[in-house]
């Protein structure tokens, strides 16, 4: 940033679209990044770069900032980015923010805010067109003209009755297409799909996604239009459940933590790891149990690694399959048992395949065929039970409505640990008389 | 489905949204499906349903159905959605198919149909608007009454020069807001995004989600505007390469495979489980190695459960949250050291805290401190090796241009049940003097 660049620079900073600048901007030092940001003219644009900077990022690149200059941005950012700027913000400078902001716009936020989170009503802007149903084609042309202007995205025109409730949409096409003296009561459609403002935002990006609409309209207790999600915000929220579910299912949290400190990943990956620790306890008591027949039989140990990574990793394979399965749709929980039944058909297939195989090698190493024979026999148990019991829990939370995700990783591991071991050494000291 | 009830149902099934009948389809049996779908009297919602249904319903439903009952559906649907279906069918039946289209159809279809896979060319639709950049709004409007009345989403108005090739955007809005006399290319956009015919999908997706637009036009080789791709089919995108992503990196396949028989999906999981069944295999003749020390420390066994199960699962942790950080862009392959070395803290400090723990149930256990003490380490140093292998492998597949998904999973087990089992006997023998 050599100062006789600044000129050739801020041409081009005006020209390149924020959603790229904010991805230059988390490379670069913070007082680069005001410099950088000064440069820029559009106060939209400062607004997209606001809500696109990360966490850690934006409450730097505040820290020192005038709040008259932050608000200017703030009021030209659509309110529900604002509110989820707000909600980051130390609470003092959030109740300052909201204090010097015009009074429309702060109610505004101040409404989002007062929603719960995920929810429909805190991710949805009031930048929604409702035409009355006894307006003409052309009266509706006409307000779009000089009421609507500023709508961020007007494909939708929604159409109310005289109380404010939604009673069908429309579209700017059809303004165009009908004779201009039609009331919008009579070609507006009346199959419109909404939301509730207390619908979860997962169930409204499920309902765009599956009737291929661009925006939702949200209404509430009274059916009153209140505003609008828009495909933009549902494309983020697939993006965040996605995810979500699959860290998750490692125990990784809920949302990316790559940007949290050392400290903060590290108390968020500590429970899931303890569930497998608590499972490798009790295998170490169960090997314990089975001290004698080790005694007489060391090389029993050494399959204790194949048997357990074994049955693991097609557990893993099954809970991960049915766990999506169900975040998508493609599974029900009313399949349980088909699903289960298949899961257990391919884990029976797999351990006798690699049953087979890791008892001949057993066989060729110690040349004793009860022993290759039990570590097959354990090999195959192992990963049978794993496949089932893998497909089994996700499917059986998903029943009791408790997150599958969340809950089947720990579970899953645990289980299949202790089960594998137990099989083994079980099988063995029968099978060898020990 | 009793015969008095018919016509009451067939009131019903034309109320209902396609992409509702799609899922009481799939529990329905084929006769029955039969019957409902003849009562649907929409044929715009018979095509819809055709491509909400899976590969193996569709096949067996439209087996003994005439070809021109099924091409009069086809022509009703996007040409998108009938070049998916017509790859999905037996050639023969497919080239049938083809022929008996109408001419035009059936070249848009074959069109489409010569894009490779997963590109946006396959993607696109040629629904959309294109107006010439010398027009006035006010004949883009009157073509937009008369030519354009079918396009599915006309929210974006392209303008192209006399070549055809794409010069700028505009929109609806514009047009009814602008002097009627006005020339397109005044007031049109000519900050317009558009992606190559043989853009990978993934790639149009990020675009979409990036800069928050409702569709991006495709154009040749020649810059010439050819088809759009629209934010339903992002969604679909998004959504797939989530799902390809989450069992990409447990070996599942690419695709969710529950609806596939039990014998292809054996075959797709196989792979997988041999990488992990040769660690496995590694594992035990590294323990056959250490056999003297196991043979006078039985006890040394009943802890490989615990020391595996801690590594592998952070290594898990480690290696999804890095695949994920880069399939969605959070992460960068340039930043592989900080992000290395920051997984590699996390690793050591949960082995810290598990080592000591799982230590003091040893050292309560046996009452041997050396015994306690190796336990310790071998759990630090597996899970903090765990940590570093489940981090860097995906960084370094990501800078290889490997898929780090496909590649990370089988890899990282591996590599940590071999490193877990032989620090552990490492270091036990050497502080026990074994």
Known sequence: LRRNAIPHLSKIMNKTHAADLSRIFQSLSLSHQHKLFDLIKDIEKKGILFSEMDEDTFL??????????IVAILEYMPSDDVADIIERLPEDKA?????????????EVEDLLRYGDDTAGRIMVPDFIALREDHTAQQAIESLQKEYVDVEMPFYLYVVDEYGKLTGVSSLRQLVVVSPDTPLKEFMSTAVFS???DTDQEEVAKLVARYDILAVPVVDHMNKLVGIVTVDDVIDIIREEATEDILKMVGAGQEFVETKSVFKSTKIRFPWLFASCLGGIIAFFIIGHFEKSLSKVTYLAAFIP???GMGGNIGTQSSTIVVRGLSTGLLHVRDIWS?????LSIGMLLGLIYG????????LQYNLPAFAVSV?????????????VGSMVPMIFGRLNIDPAVASGPFVTTFIDIIAVFCYFQIATLLLEL
Request: no cysteine.
């Open 60 to 69: 730097y690149f505040i820290a020192d900032m005038k709040i008259e200059d």
């Open 95 to 107: 109740d300052l923010i909201l204090k010097t902001m015009k009074k429309k716009e702060s109610e």
């Open 195 to 197: 939301v509730r403002t």
């Open 306 to 308: 194949v048997i357990m």
């Open 339 to 343: 699903v289960v039944f298949k899961e």
């Open 356 to 363: 087979s195989l890791i008892g001949i090698v057993a066989q």
């Open 376 to 388: 097959s026999i354990a090999v195959i148990t192992s990963m049978s039970v794993a496949a089932l």
